[in-house]
């Protein structure tokens, strides 16, 4: 007994004779007949009443094809569910990212990503840059989000957010009252500052020392988001990432544009060894879309 031949027993059952059994399955009308000798010849059972050339099923064929169909229902199914994980609608998509991104703008794309294949699941992660790195390369995760000081070897990374960073200030602080400073401006106040590992942090120690100037460090903070809550309680001012802000409302502080062009820059990465998944693709695309913008 083989699939060819319960397919050809299906056919017939369905169709009624052998002409129109083979048909539906492109081969000829003694291809099927054959075929449905050697299955009754396999079961040790006679499934048709022979009446010239038509075939009368067997109360025992009748019984069969239930079993027959719930077989046919079962590879429906798994075609249907290959074809959905072939087209990305469903499976599972690991997301990890930085929390300026994962607390901010990217819970909304992760919405507009379910709604378009909701058979897809997801699981969302937030962690460090580097720990977000370490999992997309484990494998651990599909697609990640960091910033861009991490290593990428192993890693295919793609830019897809890069913005000016803003300075956060207290709303009576000194500075408030201007709608735009320098870094020189700043060095002369209490600093909330990333860390030195971060590129933003690089940057402005970088165009301070140029002056032989530093920052008058107060906090040393992991995020931007932590920074800017830093900001709100006084802590002092500090360099701010305006996307990751934007899902928040800052009643205790103001944004002033920099003089100097200091940038936040955002990765998409996933692993360069193993194949990307629709739906992996679609959430980068998205981003890319709703956050890229030209350097200004």
């Known amino acids: 007994m083989n699939q060819r031949q319960i397919a050809a027993f299906r056919a017939v059952m369905l169709t009624g004779t052998t002409m129109r059994a083979s048909e539906t399955m492109h081969t000829s009308q003694s291809a099927v007949s054959r075929l449905i000798g050697q299955l009754e010849a396999s079961l040790q059972m006679r499934l048709f009443e022979r009446d ?9 064929a009748k019984a069969l094809l239930i079993d027959v169909e719930r077989m046919f229902s079962g590879l429906d199914q798994i075609r249907e569910r290959a074809r959905s994980l ?11 990212s930085l929390p300026a991104m994962g607390y901010g703008p990217l819970p909304q794309l992760v919405v507009q990503l379910k709604r ?3 058979e897809l699941s997801v699981r969302y992660e937030i962690h460090s840059s580097t720990e977000v790195r370490e999992r997309v390369a484990s494998g651990r995760c599909d697609v990640g989000f960091a910033a861009e000081h991490i290593d990428t070897h192993g890693l295919v990374a793609r830019s897809v957010a890069r913005r ?9 602080h000194p500075l408030a009252r201007r709608s735009s400073v320098s870094v020189m401006d700043a060095a002369e106040y209490p600093f909330v500052a990333l860390s030195s590992t971060d590129t933003s942090r690089r940057q402005i120690d970088a ?8 920052l008058n460090i107060a906090i040393e903070a992991a995020y931007t988001l932590t920074v800017a809550s ?3 309680n006084g802590a ?29 820059n955002t990765l998409a990465i ?14 980068i695309r998205m981003a890319h879309e709703a956050w890229s913008t030209e350097p200004r």
């Not at 000016?164 to 009576?172: E, K, T």
């Not at 165009?207 to 530093?214: C, E, P, S």
């Open 52 to 60: 010239g050339a038509r075939l009368r099923p067997t109360p025992e």
């Open 86 to 96: 072939r087209e990305g609608r469903s499976g599972l998509l690991t997301v990890a």
């Open 116 to 118: 378009q294949l909701p």
């Open 164 to 172: 000016r960073a803003v300075l956060a200030v207290p709303v009576r």
């Open 207 to 214: 165009l301070l020392a140029a002056q032989g100037k530093a």
């Open 230 to 232: 830093l900001v709100v």
């Open 236 to 264: 002092g001012i500090g360099l701010v990432d305006p996307l990751s802000l934007e899902a928040f409302d800052w009643p205790g502080a103001r944004f002033l544009h920099l003089d100097e062009a200091i940038w936040f």
């Open 270 to 283: 996933h692993s360069m060894s193993v194949p990307l998944s629709a739906a992996a693709g679609m959430l």
